[in-house]
């Protein structure tokens, strides 16, 4: 399943949907859970030039005769047969939500009657599409061929690639490595042990902090990073990595492996040194200045460029920022808020910057 668009018109979404379905399209539509975003996707990887082909004339001239003649009759014949099995007659969109059908088979035959150009005819049923095939019926001289189409395929660098969220083996590694750390420091209560991985050891017995240039100087770098792997508690693991589970495997899924680890890298050196020259302290850690920066990536980036295919539901938006508040309070004990906000603040720019540059592309 991959998505063909994303869009805030849902009559634009439902009219796309119809069109692939009267090409013969297995076709997928979905609404965020706030409503105001709507994706429509192809099912069959088969069908992936058909769709792209169908959606390429729908983008150039969407008020075409042909495409609103056949969206009309697809909807009608929809209504027809979907409405004879539910008995209420509703379209075919609200049916497929209602039953949270997992896809829109195709109801247009390959023989209907619908007049549309060559490319945007059902394929036969007897064999998949052939992606080396134009789909033009050359037989008849009406239908344009692909040199007289009045406007060029529209590019797709800007389309979605990657539509289904998995647990991707960057993020999956991080929650091991953040657990095995978990277990070797006792989750945070063996000193000896959670010392090597502060960004900054005690000056002497007792004493304060090495100050951050010291730490550098010495060369033990990594110190910079590794308190995002520290967690005091099991809960405070297991809450972090709940969420880095969801955030870290969307980032993933859509930007990739190499994105996610340097938001990771990025996102931790910021927030620690921020906390660290705030606090005074050395004696923080946890992965949630890491998570929201991921958080801010993800939501900015939507919202800037909703078609590269990051999305965050309103709800999570405001119960983490919820959260966020909370910690302020103290009302929650000690909480790094300093982390908490450079990884937000760093997260929105990173993501803002690489949604910018997507969008303009």
Not at 174 to 188: D, E, M, P
Not at 219 to 231: A, D, M, Q, S, Y
Not at 250 to 276: D, H, M, Y
Request: charged fraction near 20%; proline fraction near 8%; aromatic fraction near 8%.
């Amino acid at each position: 399943m991959r998505l063909l668009e994303t869009t805030a018109d849902p009559k634009r979404a439902t009219d796309l949907t119809l069109l692939l379905e009267a090409a013969g399209v297995e076709t997928f539509y979905e609404t965020s859970q706030d409503g105001t975003t709507h994706r429509v996707y192809y099912l069959n990887e088969l069908q992936k030039d058909l769709a792209r082909d169908v959606f390429t004339a729908f983008q150039n001239d969407p008020k075409a005769p042909e495409i609103r003649s056949a969206i009309r009759e697809q909807r009608r014949r929809t209504r027809g047969n979907r409405g004879g099995e539910t008995g209420s007659g509703e379209p075919p969109i609200e049916a497929q939500k209602r039953k949270r059908n997992p896809s829109i088979r195709p109801i247009a035959p390959e023989s209907s009657p619908i007049r549309m150009p060559g490319s945007l005819r059902p394929a036969p049923t007897s064999e998949p599409p052939n992606p080396d095939r134009s789909g033009l019926d050359r037989s008849n001289p009406d239908l344009p061929n692909k040199a007289s189409r009045r406007a060029p395929p529209a590019p797709r660098r800007g389309m979605p690639r990657i539509v289904m969220i998995r647990l991707g083996p960057l993020t999956i590694a991080l929650i091991a490595l953040c657990l095995a750390v978990g277990f070797w420091t006792s989750f945070g209560s063996e000193l000896g042990s959670v010392a090597p991985l502060l960004l900054s050891a005690p000056a002497a017995e007792g004493g304060s902090f090495n100050s951050l240039g010291e730490v550098l100087t010495s060369g033990e770098v990594w110190r910079l990073l590794t308190p995002i792997l520290v967690h005091f508690g099991i809960l405070h693991l297991l809450l972090n990595m709940l969420w880095l589970k969801d955030l870290g495997s969307l980032v993933e899924s859509v930007r990739g492996p190499v994105t996610l680890a340097v938001l990771v890298i990025s996102i931790g050196v910021i927030s620690n040194v921020v906390q660290f020259l705030t606090s005074g302290s050395a004696n923080f850690g946890g992965m949630s200045g890491v998570i929201y920066g991921l958080l801010g990536f993800a939501w900015i980036s939507g919202r800037i460029h909703p078609k590269g295919g990051l999305f965050v539901p309103k709800f999570i938006m405001i119960f983490m920022m919820l959260w966020f508040v909370v910690c302020f309070t103290g009302l929650v004990g000690n909480v790094a808020n300093a982390a908490h906000a450079a990884g937000l603040l760093s997260g929105l720019a990173f993501g803002a910057a690489n949604a910018l540059r997507l969008r303009w592309a």
